[in-house]
């Protein structure tokens, strides 16, 4: 096992019923800004059920609208201005991935004077993180199980063609409220979207090479199962409670830094699939699925013995050779994205050849020319994996 450190100070909220903490656990007395997205949470009527919860004590509360999918830095600049003249001094994220991120953004940007001006440089630390000493505290409000966002010290903001990584401890949520009822509302798509965002993250993080992780692999290996087994019906029976339960809990644990603790992880398929998304609008978990299957197939031979340990503990596939194997466990793995609706393949998305090459000269411009567990996929592994997954 590898050394590593384990930080995560985010107060988890769980279950029905748990949108009554708010009032606990947003502070007394504070100017609230509630951030969400482009409609579905007025739509549904959550934002009047946030707002009520916050009136039962003295605050202040305004609220910000419209952060995009894949939040973009221009929206998330207007709300920088409205925390430094209001003088907000807590921030309710109310949504999925994308407005919790580009909160986490806002909530840095907006109190540190270094980057008064040039919020934007905020944007190029990358996984080495944003070096700042402090931020408006922030909770969530999770509408949307896939991402891990809730938990975890990541951000993904977008400008014009630049999809890039925003990490930093400040990132962490002070707490997010996982009620799976709140989600209950997801279109398919979305829902399906979550599965597979989950089960990728799990994967980055476990199918590399073997480091003795025992009890990450197990972990692992546990969420994929779960995946597994409740992907058809939390897609096809929105309201089943226990099933998107357990995919809400599944999509945190997945990324909250507990699986990758000691062991190597790849991210190829992240970074591959954030430029995807940055040059088409294709949805992040729709570009990882097709990515994922080419990555495997493209780099079979360096995560051979992790595909051969997947092939058995997570697909019971226990007939044949080690080839054999590995060919089935790919092939169910695609079987199941089918069942719930997740094309596999860049052609199903009317996406064809002619995006490698924007897609390689912008993981250059990005400096993802030596990406997975092994720092080996350069930009001709990259585009190996383009071209496998048309
Ligand atoms: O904007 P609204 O109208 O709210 O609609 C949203 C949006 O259109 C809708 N939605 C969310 N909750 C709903 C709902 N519709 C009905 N009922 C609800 N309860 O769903 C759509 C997608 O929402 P979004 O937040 O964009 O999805 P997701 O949670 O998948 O987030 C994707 C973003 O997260 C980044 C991605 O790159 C992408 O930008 N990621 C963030 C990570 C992190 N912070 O750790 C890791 C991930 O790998 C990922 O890169
Ligand atoms: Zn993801």
Redesign the pocket.
């Known amino acids: 096992m590898l050394n590593f450190s384990f930080y995560n100070p985010t107060n988890i909220v769980f279950g029905e019923g748990q949108l009554q903490e708010l009032d606990n656990l947003v502070p007394k007395n504070a100017n609230v800004l509630i951030t969400?997205?482009?409609?579905?949470?007025k739509k549904?009527g959550l934002l009047d059920r946030v707002n009520a919860e916050l009136a039962k004590s003295e605050r202040t509360v305004i609220e910000f609208g419209g952060i995009?999918?894949?939040?973009r830095f221009d929206v998330l600049m207007e709300a920088v201005k409205v925390v430094r003249d209001e003088k907000i001094d807590f921030i309710l994220a109310v949504?999925?991935?994308?407005?919790?991120?580009g909160t986490k953004f806002i909530a840095i940007a907006a109190p540190n004077k270094e980057y008064e001006g040039r919020e934007r440089e905020i944007m190029n630390f990358g996984f080495a993180g944003v070096p700042a000493e402090s931020s408006v505290p922030f909770g969530t409000v999770l509408?949307?199980p896939?991402?891990?966002?809730e938990m975890?010290n990541?951000?993904?903001i977008?400008d014009g063609e630049d999809?890039l990584v925003v990490m930093s401890p400040l990132n962490f949520p002070k707490f997010s409220i996982l009620d799976p009822e709140?989600?209950f509302?997801?279109?398919k798509t979305?829902v399906a979207?979550?599965v597979v965002?989950t089960f990728i993250?799990t994967v980055e993080q476990y199918l590399t090479f073997p480091a003795e992780g025992r009890f990450q692999d197990r972990t692992a290996e546990g969420i994929l199962q779960t995946l597994i087994e409740i992907g058809e019906t939390t897609v096809n029976e929105p309201e089943n409670y226990d099933a998107r339960a357990n995919l809400v809990w599944c999509s945190t644990m997945a990324?909250n830094g507990l699986i990758s603790a000691g062991v190597p992880q790849d991210w190829t398929t992240?970074m591959i699939g954030?430029e995807l998304?940055a040059l088409t609008g294709l949805d992040?978990?729709k570009t990882l699925a097709v990515v994922q299957l080419a990555n495997w197939k493209v780099r079979r031979a360096e995560k051979r013995e992790k595909l051969i340990q997947y092939a058995e503990r997570v697909w019971d596939l226990r007939e044949g050779d080690d080839d054999e194997r590995i060919n089935q466990a790919i092939a169910k793995t695609e079987e199941f994205f089918h069942s719930i609706g997740m094309a596999t393949k860049l052609s199903d998305y009317e996406i064809d050849a002619d995006i490698i090459d924007r897609v390689v000269a912008n993981l250059e411009k990005h400096g993802m020319t030596q990406l997975s567990e092994r720092g080996d996929v350069t930009l001709e592994v990259s585009r190996k994996m383009l071209e496998t997954a048309l």
Not at 146 to 149: D, E, L
């Open positions: 969400y997205g482009g409609g579905s949470a549904t995009p999918a894949n939040p949504g999925g991935g994308s407005v919790i991120d509408t949307l896939a991402t891990g966002s975890n990541g951000a993904v977008s999809k709140i989600t509302t997801l279109p979305q979207n979550g965002d993250h990324l992240h954030h998304t992040h978990a």
